[in-house]
């Protein structure tokens, strides 16, 4: 029952478009809030009187998506609807929240282990797929069927792996090309 909903949320390079402009547009704002002097490009604070509950609500975000992930329903148009259509809004509303608030899990985010682990978000984001039917192909030709736990997190391993890699090597390529043109 969940197939379906599984390919439009996660295969459909058209639905997988719609996420990646959404969160181009976001970012857009994001560095515009950055690049202010006053700090508060979108009076975040005056409009909405997040500061003092900023932390709450970012739990609150993720728990919500959490339970959006989980949540599964025997009408397939329940299902379609709380997979693919709710989590648009949801995640460009978490990503101007983190963007704009000053929580304890936005300052979190803005620690070294997190800035390198999202410097590595669109190359990791590019291999992860591959990596996981292939880990999960080679695993069960040599040892049978992996706990999820386990096969995840050998997938996650081998793509952070990868993606640094790619990172670094497309790091020195484009400083080798900078110094060519000077």
Known sequence: M???SWWITYESPYFRAGDFWIGILVGVHWADKR???SGD???YRETLRLECCAGLI???LMVLSVALIMYE??????DQFAN???FLPLSAFIVYVFASAKGFVSHLLEKGAMQWLGNL???AFLIHVPVINY???IAKRTVGTLPIVVWGGISLMITLGLASAYANLTKKQTTERSACMK
Do not use: K, M, W
């Open 2 to 4: 969940r197939e379906h």
């Open 35 to 37: 690049n202010d002097t």
């Open 41 to 43: 490009v979108f009076n």
């Open 58 to 60: 970012e739990v609150g």
């Open 73 to 78: 329903s025997e009408n397939q148009a329940v």
């Open 84 to 86: 693919d259509i709710l």
């Open 121 to 123: 978000s669109p190359y």
């Open 135 to 137: 880990v999960h192909a």
